[in-house]
């Protein structure tokens, strides 16, 4: 089974907000850009939007499809629907207590992220680039 999963990069300047995963979650204590699984009948946006707001507490506009990436774990496959966000109303933080950080994108690997996320921070880094 396939798991639809929103996820959003909330970007601000140079810097994009990441939390951390619980150590009971899958792919648990790894970093990671918020998000959760699309339910039945939701759009994967209006997913983004309330996974946002749940996790972070932001009303993010305009989401931006960035990528989609697919991903067997072995224990669970995901199906990645990425969106950018760069227009959200109020400030991020981890609204589920999780850890949270403004962290820049030349410093992203630093961070653990799960193994589907190689290619998202391939992306941010090209794209950081191409604005410099
Ligand atoms: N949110 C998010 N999930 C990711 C990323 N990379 C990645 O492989 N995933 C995977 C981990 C999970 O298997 C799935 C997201 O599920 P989720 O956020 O709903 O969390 P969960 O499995 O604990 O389920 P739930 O309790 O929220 O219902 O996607 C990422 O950058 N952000
Ligand atoms: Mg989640």
Redesign the pocket.
């Known amino acids: 089974m396939l ?1 639809e ?1 929103a ?1 959003g990069v909330i970007q601000r300047g140079d810097a994009v907000f990441i939390t951390r995963r619980s150590a009971q ?3 648990g204590d790894k970093w ?6 699309v339910e039945a009948g939701e759009t994967a946006d209006s997913a983004l939007v309330r996974e946002l707001a749940e996790e972070v507490g932001i009303t993010a506009h305009r989401p931006e499809p960035l990528m989609v990436i697919e ?1 067997d774990y072995g224990d ?1 496959a ?1 199906r ?1 629907r990425i969106f950018h966000v760069t227009e959200f109303e109020g400030q991020p933080y981890g609204r589920e207590d999780q850890p949270g950080t403004w962290a820049s994108i030349a410093s992203l690997e630093d961070y653990a ?2 193994e ?2 190689s290619p998202i921070l391939e992306r941010l880094k090209s794209l950081s680039l191409a604005n410099s």
Do not use: S, W
């Open positions: 798991v999963v996820v979650q899958h792919q990671e850009f918020p998000g959760g699984k991903h669970k995901v990645l992220f799960p589907a996320n």
